[in-house]
């Protein structure tokens, strides 16, 4: 009864295991955009990339992967227009509002040197 139970811990430990690798090779989950995470794509998201760019603790909204709208790796103020730009209905060449964001983002926290 006891290798049993090792071998029932064992196996969900793999299957466990083998969850993570899987989810390591999705895309970033949440809306393209949503910053904060509320479901809707708008000026306060904006002001968030805005505030991070200018050195603010944004530090509740990171990693900020759906910040980088464009995709160029880096969230800054370019991404804050777009999504400026989409929120008074503009046309904007990238998929805002869609599910999937960028994975491979680097922070502006790290530019600034703030964490
Ligand atoms: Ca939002
Ligand atoms: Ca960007």
Redesign the pocket.
Known sequence: MKYLFLILLLAASFELSGEKIRDAKKPECGILGDVNRDGIVNSTDALIVLSCESGQDVSQFLPMNCG?????????S??ALIILSYDVGLDVAYPIGELGCSKHVKPCECENGLR
């Open positions: 980088d709208v464009n995709d160029d790796g880096f969230v800054d370019n991404d």
